[in-house]
């Protein structure tokens, strides 16, 4: 009994498996050749003219004369260095200095700003800075306070004497 069951299950089982083959199908479909994709269209044509050149930056101003500004933000320019000047019109020296402290800021392309102040037109700011004489520099980076200079110099001087400064601190 034991055999008979065992044969009449094995033969199910490949009558199962013979009726399931679809070996055949899946070849059939899998060989099936497919259209290729279509390249993407293309719908944007660039333009025909040429386009000018763009302007060219202005230059950051290199200087100025106070005319009641917050010193706190003045001083505080991100990156450069900030010479506020007091200097009073009567004084030849203090006019030669201004001329100096403006080459000397231009020649920086950026890094330096000077701020010029009419000690005489702006007394208070000059007893804020205890203003004894003039020209007076303060040299300011990133709103420190770095350093005072009384008296004039060449820009080549105050160049050196900036470079000192910064080096130093």
């Known amino acids: 009994m034991r ?3 065992f044969i009449v299950i094995s033969g ?3 009558a199962a498996l013979a009726g399931c083959d679809d070996s055949n199908d899946r ?3 899998y060989a099936e050749k497919k259209p290729a994709p279509r390249p993407l269209e293309r719908n944007f044509d660039p ?28 001083t505080e320019l991100s990156g ?14 203090a006019m030669q200095y201004v001329q100096a402290v ?25 007893r804020k800075y205890d203003l004894e004489a003039v020209p007076l520099t303060v040299l300011y980076l990133e709103g420190m ?6 008296g004039g110099v060449s820009a080549a001087r105050l160049d050196q004497l900036i470079e000192q400064t910064v080096r130093v601190e």
Do not use: C
């Open 3 to 5: 055999q008979g069951a």
């Open 12 to 14: 199910l089982l490949l």
């Open 27 to 29: 070849r059939s479909r």
């Open 47 to 74: 333009p025909r003219q040429v386009l000018p050149p763009s302007a060219p930056k202005k230059k950051e101003p290199a200087w100025m004369d106070y005319r009641g500004e917050d010193m706190r933000q003045l």
């Open 80 to 93: 450069r260095r900030v010479l506020v000047v007091f200097y009073a019109p009567w004084s030849s020296q």
């Open 102 to 126: 403006k080459s000397y800021a231009e020649a920086q392309d950026g890094k330096a700003f000077a701020v010029l102040i009419d000690a005489d037109a702006h007394p208070e700011l000059a």
């Open 145 to 150: 306070k770095l350093r005072e200079m009384v």
